[in-house]
């Protein structure tokens, strides 16, 4: 008798982690930026990518009379897939998520930019996972 519960018990275990892993659904192991700082002498702005949500945030750290802007764009072809620009060049934050743009699991960079007539400043970040 002592068997037949020990095997029932492994089979109800065995079935229990089976439809664990089957509702589980996919993972996705994105990659998120981390902050990338513009690259002028004293960064004054500076962006990132968070995979979850596929959200952009981007930083105008002085006030300097740039506007700070991040592009995520596709690895395959530098296609920009989401932009997000501080709406006044001093001392702001932006934040907006973009997941149904962003198609899941393609190689993405990150650049982000202080902008002002024509001039520009990047700083970059490659090869990141959506």
């Known amino acids: 008798m002592g068997v037949i519960i020990k095997k029932r018990i492994v089979a109800a275990l065995g079935a ?6 089957l ?5 996705n192991a994105g990659t998120n930026s981390g902050f990338v700082e513009t690259t002028d002498w004293d960064p004054g702005g500076r962006g990132a990518f968070g995979h979850d ?10 006030s300097d009379g ?3 802007e991040i592009h995520l ?20 934050h932006e934040y ?21 007539s024509g001039d520009k400043f990047s700083g970059f970040k490659y090869n990141l996972t959506t």
């Open 73 to 92: 764009f596709r690895m395959s072809d530098y296609k920009t897939i989401a932009q997000l620009k501080t709406k006044q060049p001093a001392l702001t």
């Open 66 to 68: 740039y506007a700070v």
């Open 96 to 116: 907006q998520c973009f997941g149904s743009q962003v198609p899941e699991n393609i190689k993405v960079g990150v650049r982000v930019s202080l902008i002002k």
């Open 16 to 21: 229990a982690c089976a439809l664990t892993f």
């Open 23 to 27: 509702a589980s659904g996919t993972a």
């Open 53 to 62: 949500g596929d959200c952009l945030t981007v930083y105008d750290d002085q």
